[in-house]
């Protein structure tokens, strides 16, 4: 049973950062691509960024391009999301995912592609 967790999340004031980190148990990680999306009870889970396998590919949602930051090391099996800037209204459950793949440069922008997800973290971002 392949387990995600990602850690990092908390309170954070609007103009301040946060950085999550998602793990994976049986080295998982390092042959998916990995997508992080947010969740909060009013809306529906959305793509926040993905990063392909090899790390060569990356996409991000328009609202957080230029703020956000996905990275990767294949070598500790760990995919991080630094946050800057954060707005109140990003205040939600952020979840891993993984999609297993041979392809080294393939991701995926929809919650379908994925085949593991975390519990998630939650970022609360005060006014």
């Known amino acids: 049973q392949v387990q995600l967790a990602e850690s990092g999340g908390g309170l954070v004031q609007a103009g301040g950062s946060l950085s999550l980190s998602c793990a994976a148990s049986?080295?998982?990680?390092?042959?998916?691509?990995v997508g992080w999306f947010r969740q909060t009870p009013r809306m529906e889970r959305e793509i926040v960024t993905a990063i392909s396998r090899s790390g060569v590919n990356t996409y991000y949602a328009d609202s957080v391009k230029g703020r956000f930051t996905v990275s990767r090391d294949n070598a500790k099996d760990t995919v991080q999301l630094q946050m800057n800037s954060l707005k109140p209204e990003e205040t939600a459950v952020y979840l891993c995912?993984?999609?297993?793949?041979?392809?080294?440069?393939?991701?995926?922008?929809?919650?379908?592609?994925?085949?593991?997800w975390g519990q998630g973290t939650q970022v609360t971002v005060s006014s």
């Open positions: 995912a993984a999609g297993v793949t041979n392809l080294q440069t393939a991701l995926g922008k929809s919650a379908a592609y994925y085949d593991y």
């Open positions: 049986g080295r998982t990680l390092s042959r998916s691509a």
